[in-house]
């Protein structure tokens, strides 16, 4: 039996108790009730603190990588590390045959190992692809993102087994073309965006070209961030 005494303590405590745990419940953000401007500006500021990454670049359809358009980029996977570095490996296709090349950016400078000696050569000055800008604050993922219209946030979704947000916008195609290239047709590109909920770190992004005869996807996948 509890001595009546004890009770008014035993309250006390329950209280204090209570009102400690709705202050600490107080003190952090609701992530649920984030809308799209907020996720997508912390994830802007993820990627801004990200230093490196391994990233994977698919290409649905037809994407040429030189003025003659001999050569068709397909996939690219690799590494890249700020400012300006990256090593990746392409699949690229040539006089349709698929050839595997090797490339890497050193300070903005690229170079392609050739195939044929294995030696490393400086790549020709019409190459339209340098995986090191994705980190370009001028022509990257982050200038891409602060030219984003009509943003939306679509729900939550799984991406490369991460619960992330999606987000969907458009852009202007010339705002893309530093680190694309001229690889869309259209004026305006679908946007799609994953953000992991726990951190804000961008997964992947998407470039839809919907406007052009062949409709073209530029799909971009970041893990290891760090």
């Known amino acids: 039996m509890i001595h009546p005494r004890v009770i008014p303590a035993l309250i006390a405590i329950s209280l204090t108790v209570s009102v400690v745990l709705a202050g600490c419940a107080g003190t952090g953000d609701d992530d649920e009730t984030l809308d799209a401007d907020e996720i997508l500006s912390r994830a802007t500021e993820a990627f801004s603190d990200t230093e490196s990454a391994r990233f994977e670049l698919d290409i649905d359809g037809s994407i040429g990588i030189d003025e003659e358009g001999m050569l068709q980029l397909g996939a690219v ?129 998407e470039l839809h070209d919907t406007e052009a005869a062949e409709p073209t996807t530029w799909r971009l996948n970041l893990s290891n961030h760090n």
């Open 77 to 205: 996977e690799g590494e890249i590390e700020r400012p300006a570095n990256a090593r990746a490996d392409a699949s690229v296709q040539f006089a349709g045959s698929s050839v595997s090349m090797e490339m890497t950016a050193v300070d903005g400078e690229m170079y392609l190992r050739n195939i044929l000696t294995g030696e490393w050569e400086r790549a020709p000055g019409d190459l339209q692809y340098d995986p090191a800008l994705i980190f370009d604050d001028n022509e990257g993922i982050s200038w891409i993102i602060d030219q984003l219209e009509n943003l939306e946030l679509e729900g939550e979704d799984t991406v490369q087994g991460v619960d992330s947000r999606h987000l969907t916008a458009t852009v202007d195609t010339s705002v893309v073309r530093g680190l694309t290239g001229d690889f869309f047709e259209g004026d305006t590109l679908d946007v799609d965006i994953w953000v992991a909920a726990d951190d804000f770190r961008l997964m992947r992004v």
